[in-house]
């Protein structure tokens, strides 16, 4: 099974809404990611989390804030979020980031968010 | 930024081969190279990487060349199916950073 999960697939918030993200897999992998995908842009990340532990923080604005409950769920934290934070927002998972070659990242469906 | 360099779109005819190349010329000997693809909508798909040798799994070959500085992947009978964007990404051995570059759009017609 290579299968990530995420909910919702859809979220309207209005920017003063507190919203959650909620991404889970079952590949008993140690690494987790969120992206964030502009329309007609490549994904970029925002966060790893290794061994549920913050690894990168690509330099994102305080009101995104993730957390990592268990080495099998990832949660994006979403509080006054601005229009222009609309986009798919994508997470992933791989072994643990130390594997070599075996570090391929397998993908969620994304969660499509707009700002209202 | 990243490191590969693609061309932004191509077309294929539906059951011919589609050869996607891509440039990585500064890739250090640890990298390895990275193909996703992400139709529509949906999350990046993983197809292939490799090293140095050439690969094949159900869904693809790629082809690196010997210096390494740029490869081909290559969907041995496109599908409609096969309309995407197909990324080209090189990553260090370990370490999390993935960068995605602009990527192809591959348009396949009936």
């Known amino acids: 099974d290579t299968e990530v999960t995420q909910t919702p697939k859809h979220l309207v918030m209005g920017m003063t809404n507190k919203k959650s993200l909620k991404c889970e897999q079952h590949?008993?992998?140690?690494?987790m990611y969120w992206y964030k995908q502009k329309a007609k842009k490549p994904p970029e990340l925002m966060f790893v989390?290794?061994?549920?532990?913050?690894?990168i923080n690509e330099s994102v604005p305080s009101r995104f804030s993730p957390e990592c409950p268990n080495s099998s769920l990832l949660n994006l934290h979403l509080h006054a979020l601005q229009p222009e934070d609309s986009a798919l927002y994508l997470c992933a998972s791989s072994q643990d980031g130390t594997s070599g070659s075996q570090e391929t990242q397998y993908f969620g469906p994304g969660t499509r968010l707009l700002v209202l | 930024d990243a490191k590969t360099t693609q061309p932004p779109s191509m077309d294929c005819a539906e059951g011919r081969a589609a050869n996607l190349p891509c440039n990585h010329s500064t890739i250090s000997g640890n990298e390895y190279v990275y193909w996703y693809r992400q139709i529509h909508s949906q999350g990046p798909q993983y197809i292939i990487h490799g090293l140095k040798n050439n690969e094949t799994n159900e869904m693809a070959s790629l082809i690196i060349t010997e210096d390494r500085k740029s490869s081909t992947l290559i969907l041995p009978h496109a599908t409609l199916r096969d309309t995407a964007v197909y990324y080209c990404?090189?990553?260090?051995?370990?370490?999390?950073?993935?960068?995605f570059g602009a990527g192809t759009r591959l348009f396949v017609k009936a």
């Open positions: 990404i090189v990553k260090e051995a370990g370490g999390f950073k993935t960068i």
């Open positions: 989390y290794s061994y549920e532990k913050l690894s």
């Open positions: 590949m008993g992998h140690r690494a």
